[in-house]
């Protein structure tokens, strides 16, 4: 497997806009596409000086980044390629203020496009956990302690913000932020988003002690008697990935507002999810470019 994308290997690979453009309609349009006008396998062919492509046959033109959320931007294909690359193979990310710094642009500019490559980094697919979940929350920002089993019952706490995370063993990563840690809250996560045959750890919270009777194994370590693992069972992997996590938020954002806490997430678990594909993690979202179909510039925040 190829280890590493370089920045000169990025910088050979998309020497100008027109490369980056050629990348898109390949993944939109390979060649033998079905022209929608003549109906024939073709391929299309670049229009000098514009962001179409022309059908071999008719003529007719398509657009490769109509709807994607590169639609209608007056950015350079390049930066945007360059703020794909710098949101994937740093660690922890990178936040707007420093894609700002980085690429030169406004910051009104590198919010909107770290926005948009944020959009491609939500998972969406759905596909439940399974096999061995751990399960376990965490507290994000305030004073004090964040480690869930320390806090979890202290009410005071409301500078915090939970995040709970559900890690299958050798697999993906789900984050929810969500608004406490009520039994259903964290019973209605697991059921939307682990697999019922899944066997579950967690720690000793009564919050999980429900999830046997909803059918799943679940076994679980004292973390109160500071037990953290009981041969198999433990919570390590989600533990280590909070720690990660954690440093992350701090390195680039100090703080990260309720507002964006489940976005940074995301980005921050598709980096996680994505990792065995190393130096291919680039492509992957770039993957994701024709997956997601994003709204009129007017309507974005
Ligand atoms: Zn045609």
Same mark, same amino acid.
């Given at each position: 497997?190829?280890?590493? +994308? ?6 050979? !690979? ?29 391929? +299309? &062919? ?31 294909? !390049? ?31 590198? *919010? !909107? $496009? ?6 491609? $980094? ?13 399960? #376990? ?13 320390? @806090? ?6 409301? #500078? ?11 697999? /993906? ?10 039994? *259903?809250?964290?019973?209605? =996560?697991?059921?939307?988003?682990? #697999? ?7 720690? =000793?919270?009564?919050? &999980?002690? @429900?999830?046997? %009777?909803?059918? &799943?194994? @679940?076994?679980?370590?004292? @973390?109160? #008697? ?15 990935? *909070?720690?990660?996590? /954690? ?22 678990? *598709?980096?996680?999810?994505? %990792?065995?594909?190393?130096?291919? $993690? +680039? ?19």
């Amino acid at each position: 497997m190829n280890t590493k +994308f370089t920045f000169s290997q990025f910088l050979i !690979r998309f020497p100008n806009d027109d490369s980056c453009l050629e990348e898109i309609k390949q993944l939109r349009y390979p060649e033998g596409s079905l022209c929608s006008k003549c109906h024939k396998k073709t391929n +299309f &062919y670049k229009v000098k000086g514009r962001t179409a492509y022309a059908c071999q046959f008719c003529g007719a033109h398509i657009y490769p980044l109509a709807k994607t959320i590169f639609d209608k931007t007056s950015t350079p294909l !390049r930066l945007w390629f360059y703020a794909m690359y710098l949101m994937v193979q740093t660690r922890a990310g990178i936040s707007a203020k420093q894609l700002q710094r980085e690429l030169g642009v406004t910051y009104k500019t590198a *919010w !909107r $496009m770290f926005k948009q490559i944020r959009a491609l $980094m939500a998972d969406t697919s759905g596909t439940p956990l399974t096999g061995t979940v751990e399960v #376990d929350e965490t507290f994000i920002g305030g004073k004090g302690k964040n480690r869930a089993y320390e @806090h979890r019952l202290n009410l005071e706490n409301e #500078d915090k913000e939970i995040l709970m995370g559900m890690v299958e063993r050798g697999g /993906k990563v789900y984050l929810k932020h969500i608004p406490n840690t009520g039994k *259903w809250t964290l019973l209605d =996560q697991i059921k939307a988003n682990v #697999d019922p045959k899944a066997k579950i750890y967690t720690d =000793q919270y009564g919050g &999980y002690t @429900h999830l046997s %009777r909803l059918g &799943y194994e @679940h076994d679980y370590v004292l @973390h109160r #008697d500071m037990q953290f693992t009981k041969g198999i069972v433990h919570t390590q992997n989600i533990e280590s990935f *909070w720690s990660g996590l /954690k440093r992350g938020i701090t390195g680039v954002y100090r703080v990260v507002s309720k507002k964006y806490l489940q976005a940074y997430a995301d980005e921050y678990a *598709w980096r996680y999810n994505n %990792r065995k594909f190393e130096g291919k $993690m +680039f492509n992957r979202l770039l993957e994701q470019v024709p997956e997601v179909r994003v709204l009129p510039a007017t309507k974005l925040a």
